[in-house]
Every structure is written in C-alpha cells, then in structure tokens.
C-alpha cells in the first residue's frame, strides 16, 4: 500500500458524459501527479500540483482540467467524454516539488461507452 | 523518451535465475531515474531510483546500472520469484522540469516455476 488512494476504483459512463476521479496523497506529501495509462499510449504524464498550484503540464487536453484543494487533496475533471478517453488514470504523490519518489495510487479505471 | 504502450516486450525467466530488463532513455539532461513494478489492476510501484551523478546502486535483490554515455537503464532481479512477474517501467525525469516522470514502454517479466 503506498498510501495514496483513489476513489473510485471503476467508472463506466456513456460518450458526452462529465466525470471526477479524486486523489488523497500520501501524508505530508504537498506534490500530486495525474497520469493517464491506456493502451496505445502507455503511462503519460498530465498534469501535476503543488501545494494548491499547478506546476507542470504534460499532454491534457483541454477538455480535462484538475484541482487540488487546501487539504491537498486532487480532483480530475473531465469532460465531454470520447471513446478514447477510456483508460486508467493514476494519482502519484511525492513529498516536494522535484527529483523524489513518486507513489501511485491503486488507479480509476474509466470506461466510455 | 515517450512510452509506445503498444506491444510489451516479454522476458520469461526460469524461478531462482537472474533477470535483466533494459531500459533506453531519450533526454540526456534528466538527473533522475525511477524503476517501477506494476501488477494486473494495480498502480505502479516503487523499486529502486538512481540519480544521474552515480552508476549504480543496490537495494534488496535488486540492482539499478546507470550508463549516461549511451543513456541506457537496467535492472537486474537476482534469484528471480514468482512474485516478481509483473510488467516493469523505467521512468526518468529532471527536476528542473517539475519531477514529472516520462515512462518506458515497459517489460513484461514472467516467472516459469
């Protein structure tokens, strides 16, 4: 168990659909990752925040956005739901901004129908 | 560099052998490399990490080589387990980029007892 966790554990949901997938990090950790991971694209970074802000953005489309709250913990929107939106999508945690671990979640798993 | 997702490369490993999964990085310039263990339905979990100012390091049964010059990872399994069967993800990032990972595309280790 690494101390992060996800809720929830599976979605299914129709095209068009909005969903949010929330994150818990690790105690004491002020840095949360999102990643996508499906299978034609492997694991892909999304986006990351720290302590409340954005800090870095990988390839997230315009139609998902995140957030993460006082409590630090993480909320990923997304919208406008396609096919291909459907994947895993994980969570990691890391202490401080940079160059530490990451722990991941136990991951959504997202199905579009 | 970017995970291509789509075909796993496998290795099969008899019980009790050595394993040896290899791991080509793009960005010369990344400080930071990570190996991961991800099970069916899990997240990814932390195995080793290395930092780019050493060339090797070790931890229980597991051992991480860095080469910078042809900017090439490998983990090495000693006394491979059947627990050790999983699909395995080098991942390396700078933290001057925010410490957000770029994964391999992974390898897919079986155990044959």
């Known amino acids: 168990d690494s101390g992060v966790t996800q809720t929830p554990k599976h979605l299914i949901t129709a095209t068009g659909q909005r969903v949010t997938l929330r994150c818990s990090p690790r105690s004491g950790d002020l840095s949360v990752y999102w990643y996508q991971q499906s299978l034609d694209q492997g694991l892909q970074f999304l986006i990351q925040y720290y302590n409340g802000e954005e800090r870095a953005k990988g390839n997230i489309l315009e139609r998902f956005s995140a957030q993460q709250f006082p409590d630090l913990h993480s909320e990923l929107n997304l919208s406008s739901l396609e096919l291909g939106d459907s994947a895993l999508y994980f969570c990691?945690?890391?202490?401080?901004?940079?160059?530490?671990?990451?722990?991941f979640g136990p991951g959504t798993r997202l199905l579009v129908l | 560099g970017e995970s291509v997702g789509l075909h796993l490369p496998t290795l099969s490993v008899q019980e009790g052998d050595n394993s040896i999964i290899n791991c080509a990085y793009s960005n010369s310039a990344s400080d930071y490399f990570i190996w991961y263990k991800q099970e069916s339905g899990k997240g990814p979990q932390f195995i080793i990490d290395i930092r780019s100012n050493m060339d090797k390091r070790q931890g229980q049964r597991v051992t991480v080589l860095l080469n910078k010059t042809v900017k090439h990872l490998s983990l090495q399994i000693a006394a491979t387990q059947p627990g050790d069967s999983a699909v395995y993800f080098c991942?390396?990032?700078?933290?001057?980029?925010?410490?957000?990972?770029?994964f391999g595309g992974g390898t897919r280790v079986l155990v044959k007892p």
């Open positions: 990691a945690s890391s202490v401080d901004l940079g160059g530490e671990t990451q722990y």
């Open positions: 991942a390396e990032t700078r933290k001057a980029a925010g410490n957000k990972l770029t």
